[in-house]
Structures are given as C-alpha cells and as structure tokens.
C-alpha cells in the first residue's frame, strides 16, 4: 500500500461528493419556491445536454451506440432520467430537502430489497413512519413522498432491467 493510498485525499472525495449532493435537494427546493418544476427540469436537462455536446464534440467523451438494443436505451430514457427527476422534483416541491435526501438515500436499500423477496411490500412499509409523522401531515405531503418513492422504484426497475444490456461490451 502506497503513502497516497492513505492519504485521506479519498475521504475528503467522499465528504465532498456528500456534500454537492445533499445541497442538490437544498437548491433544488429553493429553486421551486421561484420557479415551476418543469422549467426546472427543462433547464437541468438542456444544461446537460449542452455539456455533453461539448464533451463529445470535443472527443473527451466516445459514444458507441452500434448493436446496443434500443429497448434498453428506451427503458433508460424512462426510467432514470424521465420518472426518477419528475419524482424527485415535485417531491422535493411538496415535501423537505432533508426528506428527499433521506428516501433517496435509501436507493441502494431499495435495490437490494427488491432483488429479494420482500419487493414493494417492504419499502412501503419502512416508509409508512414518514406518511403519518404528527402536525405537518397533509395530502400534499403525502403525494410528495410518494412521487419521491415512485422515482426511488423507477431506479430499481431501470438499474435491473435497462442497465446491464447497455453495458455489455461498453
């Protein structure tokens, strides 16, 4: 084990990275206070396609699509970025950053619950404590939480099903 392996420069990657993401869902909420979710998310993913226009006609990023099956392309344009950011922004929008940080922080709990035999039924039910949590309970709350699970679910069914293809030979 070499001397930069025990540096710390990991830690402070993984302290950084936590970071950015959890005050995603805080810029994101505040964002929503000005804004319409859809232009929201018409302005993340304009922004992002910009970017990898550049990237790829800059040669920084290779795109090899040929013989890749195209089901799976479709079901990864659904589910990850179509359902999973339509949930998690108007989730965020009813809900609290803190509470969409949390349920999405349990994706990978929930990828594990559902390649066992406890499938949705778990997950609902370790979510049941955030529906009927006292003086802020209210149906629009409760949608909220359910758009963010909903978006949690379709990450599940994308990481198993449209996933694994797109990287065969990547």
Sequence with gaps: MSSKSSSGLPIFAGIGLAMIWGFSFLFTKETLDHT??????????????LLLTILKLTGLVRINLKGK???SLL???FFQPGLYFIGETWG???TSASEAGMVIALVPVAIATMA?????ITIVSV????FFRGEQFGW???VGITLIILGVWGTNIFSRTALP?????A
């Design 116 to 120: 066992s035999i406890l499938n949705l």
């Design 127 to 130: 979510f049941s404590g955030v």
């Design 69 to 71: 099956p195209i089901s």
């Design 140 to 142: 629009i709350h409760a």
């Design 75 to 77: 079901l990864l344009a």
């Design 165 to 169: 293809p797109l990287l065969e030979n």
């Design 92 to 94: 965020v929008k009813w």
């Design 36 to 49: 319409f979710p859809l232009q929201l998310l018409g302005f993340r993913f304009g922004a992002a396609a």
